[in-house]
């Protein structure tokens, strides 16, 4: 599988922008509020509806990495997992981190009946992990070679790192639910690159 500009670092740092009376120019064309000539600030727009395509493509442009969430389901004693581009820390103190996970998942539930769970974050090599952690329906784990970590849950191997965590509050939000995880305890596995997702493709990060 789920890589900023500010408008003033464009603003002060263009040759050509200045103040006309009415706000800054940049090579003669006005701008409303600070943005470039085409771009709305959104405020005449608020009630219109987002073509869910439309959005999918525009957000794909932000490139993201990809984890795998793993747990030990505790009614069968077997693994179970599933794959996210939507992975970020939170806090340090706490040390916090949040995941994404649609409504729709059949993986969510199982992982989140565990009393722990472990993210791994992925490799560039390991896109078969994460196209086999998103498949629907089968054994996930059937080709994986995983070992247990502190709290007992698969850290899949080549990973570049993994994070024990356990679940802190979720937040529903619209299709999907925010997770925010407390992190027990993580560590480096890995010295490669990263599985990177931008686009609606995967690929590798070069420096």
Sequence with gaps: ???STHAARLLHGHPRAHQNGHGPTVNGAAMRNGLSPGLSDGS????????GNRFRSVLGHFATGVVAITAIDPETGEPCGLAANSFTSVSLDPPLVAFCVAHTSTSWPRVRAAATLTVNVLAEHQQPVC?????????????LDWAASP?????????LAWIDCS????YPAGDHVIVVARVHQLDIQGDRGPLVFFRGGYGRFRA
């Design 1 to 3: 599988m789920t890589m």
């Design 44 to 51: 005449g727009d608020r009630g219109s509806a987002v073509d």
């Design 131 to 143: 196209a086999a952690l998103a498949s629907r329906g089968g054994d996930k784990f059937a080709d």
């Design 151 to 159: 709290c007992g849950n698969p850290v899949i191997g080549g990973t």
């Design 167 to 170: 679940v802190e509050a979720e």
